[in-house]
Nanobody
């Protein structure tokens, strides 16, 4: 079994900061890319940011310059530092990772359960 557990969501005022964490646990052989996605009410899930195992990053245009994704490979953890948040950042944030289990050669797309981020104006 492999799982991703997010933490750090909550209520924050516009202009403030929040840090999300996502830890992978279980029978993990390799973790390739990790990332954050979000889904606002009545909208489709969208990419926020991704990071490869080597540290290369990719961001949605809407968060560039405000959000920073990072990872600690020793802890199998990915972070999302959210600065200068806006009301439109309000959404459920989901962690995602490409993981190969110890018991299988296949790469699996694993999702966390999501954490709510609410930005008040």
């Amino acid at each position: 079994q492999v799982q991703l557990v997010e933490s750090g969501g909550g209520l924050v005022q516009a202009g403030g900061s929040l840090r999300l964490s996502c830890a992978a646990s279980g029978s993990i052989a390799i973790i390739n890319a990790m990332g954050w996605y979000r889904q606002a009410p009545e909208k489709q899930r969208e990419l926020v940011a991704t990071i490869t195992s080597g540290g290369s990053t990719n961001y949605a245009d809407s968060v560039k310059g405000r959000f920073t994704i990072s990872r600690d490979n020793a802890k199998n953890t990915v972070y999302l530092q959210m600065n200068t948040v806006k009301p439109e950042d309000t959404a459920v944030y989901y962690c995602n990772a490409e993981i190969r289990r110890l018991t299988s050669p296949r790469l699996n797309d694993v999702w966390g359960q999501g954490t709510q981020v609410t930005v008040s104006s």
